[in-house]
């Protein structure tokens, strides 16, 4: 069983910190790793993608990728309450075939207070 | 370009109901998933098409859930009979194939009473 672990939350930062978020994955071999935003009663919204080790970054957000340890961590630079949101760790591996699956986190909750 | 549509966006039947979704892709993406969300949980895929053809299913509780995408764009996910358990939004995604980035419809939320 193939697993996304991440802290359920809430947590909360004050507006213009950094929030950093984390997950940790069970399947060594998985290839490709995202954050999808969920704001309440909305569907996921892709914000990142990361596929080799090391940092990337969009704007405000930072991705960080270490395979190594099996960890993916999401930052977010001076956090506005609009950031307020469940961020949902996605990661994709193998699945049998020539089929790759994705598996998501619970989701980890945030709150950016003004 | 237009997202990922689905419809009904709200549903509320009730216990041994039956009650179908629908879902409309981005144009010419070949890879579509429907989702299952329980609320305070991530997403779980429940099957996968890639055009016309299922991929991956092997979380669709067949006894009652069915799907189907003939023409390879539109897809549509049964319930028959529905139970309490099945309360939840599902959500249908899709992607230009497995390997790209998977993009959500607005979801449907269905309420078991």
């Known amino acids: 069983q193939k697993e996304v672990e991440q802290n359920s939350g809430p947590l909360s930062v004050p507006e213009g910190a950094i929030a950093s978020l984390n997950c940790t994955y069970s399947d060594r071999g998985s290839q490709s790793f995202f954050w999808y935003r969920q704001y309440s009663g909305k569907s996921p919204e892709l914000i990142m993608s990361?596929?080799?080790?090391g940092d990337k970054e969009d704007g405000r957000f930072t991705a960080q990728l270490n395979k190594a340890s099996q960890y993916v961590s999401l930052l977010i630079r001076d956090s506005q309450p609009s950031d307020s949101a469940t961020y949902l760790c996605?990661?994709?591996?193998?699945?049998?075939?020539?089929?790759?699956?994705?598996?998501f986190g619970k989701g980890t909750l945030l709150t950016v207070n003004p | 370009e237009a997202g990922v549509a689905q419809s009904p966006r709200y549903k509320i039947i009730e216990k041994r109901q039956s009650v179908a979704f629908w879902c409309n892709p981005i144009s010419g993406h070949a890879t579509l998933y429907w989702y299952q969300q329980i609320l305070g949980q991530g997403p779980k895929l429940l099957i996968q098409?890639?055009?016309?053809?299922?991929?991956?299913d092997s979380q669709l509780p067949k006894d009652r859930f069915s799907a189907e995408r003939l023409k390879g764009v539109d897809s549509t996910l049964k319930i028959q009979p529905a139970k309490l358990e099945d309360s939840a939004v599902y959500l249908c995604a899709s992607s230009l194939s497995h390997l790209y980035e998977q993009y959500f419809g607005p979801g449907t939320r269905l309420t078991v009473t």
């Open positions: 996605a990661v994709k591996g193998f699945s049998g075939g020539s089929n790759y699956k994705l598996t």
């Open positions: 098409f890639q055009n016309n053809g299922v991929v991956d």
């Open positions: 990361i596929y080799s080790n």
